[in-house]
């Protein structure tokens, strides 16, 4: 079995989350895709291939569950909703650059959070989001030639 796999139905279990083989599919599709985000559509229409007898809603609940517990990360780009596997199931805090081009997704290690907080003396923040958006290096480089 993949490691990935292995270690996404530990965290499942963790979670006291049925192991049922339409999950094992939907994280095996997730991580066919861990460096980029893909349309939560794209996701419904590959998980209908296997399964076409579920419904949207079943795959919709199963990719919030999955954010839930930080087996996916979830963003909003225009009207579209879009998912990538978590690319470490350890660490759930972390910020992306994302390649408005090919979609491509980088870690970036550094969080800007303690600037905001100095800047904000007395407030509590509960929570945020960082992403870079450009050109990663191959089409910066393409674009360029």
Avoid: W
Wanted: charged residues 20%; hydrophobic residues 30%; contains cysteine.
């Amino acid at each position: 079995m993949d490691t990935k796999l292995t270690a996404a139905i530990e965290v499942l279990k963790q979670n006291n989350l049925k192991i049922t083989q339409q999950r094992q599919t939907l994280i095996q599709i997730m991580t066919q895709h861990e460096n980029k985000y893909i349309d939560v559509t794209q996701v419904d229409e590959q998980m209908r291939t296997h399964y076409p007898k579920m419904s949207h809603n079943t795959v919709y609940r199963n990719l919030k569950e999955f954010e839930s517990i930080g087996l996916v990360e979830q963003i909003i780009q225009g009207e579209h909703a879009q998912v990538k596997y978590q690319c470490d199931v350890t660490q759930q805090h972390h910020h992306h650059f994302i390649c408005t081009n090919c979609g491509k997704v980088e870690e970036v290690e550094m969080c800007p959070l303690d600037f905001f907080e100095r800047q904000l003396p007395g407030y509590q923040i509960s929570g945020h989001r960082f992403e870079l958006y450009g050109l990663c290096a191959n089409c910066a480089k393409k674009q360029q030639a």
